[in-house]
């Protein structure tokens, strides 16, 4: 298959690699946002989460957990801010399933999850959860 992050989780590509098991392959972002930032990818293709079988999605949040525990014991982050954009319209570009891990400094002048959107819509939450009853 024609897929970069294959690729890249087969060693066929050159990459900074940061860790590896049987399921999983992270390495450094090439247009870094943060210092250190990695993504983890699922050795198994899918586009999307939903592509991805439960096995390789569990033992994806591991292998976030364990870059994670590597870049806090290697670079020393103040925090993390750790997610993946699914679909173009979130701003997906690469489409195999990678989670985005942006180590965090104090004063780098980054912001939070709630950044990325505000635009909550017309409905209001009672509204919206009434669709979950
Ligand atoms: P997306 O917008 O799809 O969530 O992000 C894709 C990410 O992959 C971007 O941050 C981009 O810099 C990174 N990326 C794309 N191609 C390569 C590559 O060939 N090597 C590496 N190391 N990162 C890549
Ligand atoms: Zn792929």
């Known amino acids: 298959m024609d897929c970069i992050f294959c690729k890249i989780g087969k060693s066929e590509i050159p990459a900074h690699k940061v860790y590896e098991d049987k399921y999983c392959f992270a390495f450094l972002d090439i247009k870094p946002h943060a210092k250190g930032h990695t993504v983890v ?52 570009v690469v489409p195999h399933l990678h989670i985005h891990i942006m180590p965090r400094y104090i004063g780098d002048g980054g912001g939070s999850m709630h950044s990325i959107i505000k635009n909550p819509g017309e409905l209001g939450v009672e509204e919206v959860a009434k669709k979950f009853k």
């Open 41 to 92: 990818i699922p050795k198994k293709h899918a586009v999307t989460l939903f592509d991805l079988d439960d096995t390789s999605a569990k033992e994806l949040l591991l292998g976030v957990k364990k870059v994670m525990t590597i870049l806090q014991k290697k670079l020393s982050p103040d925090g993390f801010n750790v997610g993946w954009n699914q679909g173009s319209e979130a701003g997906q």
